[in-house]
């Protein structure tokens, strides 16, 4: 591809997305969800975290069916192609194949935020976030997390 865009979704809201890396200097968008906002009624909460984050990326905001807005993007900016990094979201292989139907699609792999020795269920971030914060933090495996501190351990 010569001239992409990019389709940042949810799953890699920062300056390190590898679409923003590799492609410094095509445009970018992201599109909140209106279905996904709809059916499962985002929180208030959920979509101000969304629209913090984006305000800190060099990215063009739209609402309403995604893969129409990123080819109607891709069109007004004469792209050849759409440039995205990977989604764990099973939303996120449909609408990448709607998009791909018109346009190439090249999907780029993050690095991971943290290593983990196991898959973990996604489905539920404090699941994962039980797992990954003492790998972060070095306080050893994934395995077993430490036990939280009391107010009477002192």
């Known amino acids: 591809m010569l001239r992409p865009v990019l389709w940042i979704h949810d799953e890699a809201l920062g300056p390190t997305n590898p679409s923003l890396v590799a492609h410094r200097e095509a445009p970018a968008l992201f599109v909140?969800?209106?279905e996904l906002i709809e059916t499962q009624r985002l929180s208030l909460k959920r979509l101000g975290f969304?629209?913090?984050?984006?305000?800190?990326?060099?990215?063009t905001l739209r609402h309403g069916d995604v893969a129409q807005?990123?080819?109607?993007?891709?069109?007004?900016?004469?792209?050849?192609?759409v440039v995205t990094s990977a989604g764990v979201d099973p939303r996120f292989g449909l609408l990448r194949e709607q998009i791909a139907a018109h346009l190439p699609v090249q999907v780029l792999e993050p690095e991971p935020?943290?290593?983990l020795p196991e898959p973990v269920d996604l489905r539920r971030f404090s699941r994962y976030w039980r797992r990954a914060e003492p790998v972060l933090w070095g306080r050893g495996s994934a395995a077993a997390p430490p036990a939280p501190a009391r107010l009477w351990d002192r």
């Open 113 to 115: 935020f943290v290593v």
């Open 32 to 34: 909140f969800d209106r």
């Open 50 to 59: 969304l629209y913090e984050s984006l305000l800190e990326l060099p990215v």
């Open 69 to 81: 807005e990123v080819l109607s993007f891709a069109s007004r900016h004469g792209a050849d192609g």
